[in-house]
Nanobody, 122 residues
Framework: HVQLVESGGGSVQAGGSLRLSCVVSGCHGCCMGWFRQAPGKQREGVAVTVGANYIEYADAAQGRFTISRDNAKNTVYLQMNNLKPEDTAMYYC???????????????????WGQGTQVTVS
């Protein structure tokens, strides 16, 4: 079965950077996404990738965040630069496959989720 394990969260000052990692097992060629949820808010899409050529970013991430995948390491990354306090949230990676796979920022489209990694920007 598919398992996702995130890491790389932490506390940084505004303007700093973090790189989140999501190790994927049991799912090759999955559509992958990074999502976040701040306290009291709904989970929202940050960046998603179907492959190297199919990537989409939320407006809040555009120009600051980069999603990438290393298939040899079965890992999806989210490089986050110029972090802002409003980026503070629990960050999750998620996967979907087969006919449901598409470039979608909607959390409802994803089937399997990791446990999350906390990002705090002050």
């Amino acid at each position: 079965h598919v398992q996702l394990v995130e890491s790389g969260g932490g506390s940084v000052q505004a303007g700093g950077s973090l790189r989140l990692s999501c190790v994927v097992s049991g799912c090759h060629g999955c559509c992958m996404g990074w999502f976040r949820q701040a306290p009291g808010k709904q989970r929202e899409g940050v960046a998603v990738t179907v492959g190297a050529n199919y990537i989409e970013y939320a407006d809040a991430a555009q120009g600051r965040f980069t999603i990438s995948r290393d298939n040899a390491k079965n890992t999806v990354y989210l490089q986050m630069n110029n972090l802002k306090p409003e980026d503070t949230a629990m960050y999750y990676c998620a996967a979907v496959w087969g006919v449901f796979c598409g470039v979608s920022l909607s959390p409802d489209e994803y089937a399997v989720w990791g446990q999350g990694t906390q990002v705090t920007v002050s």
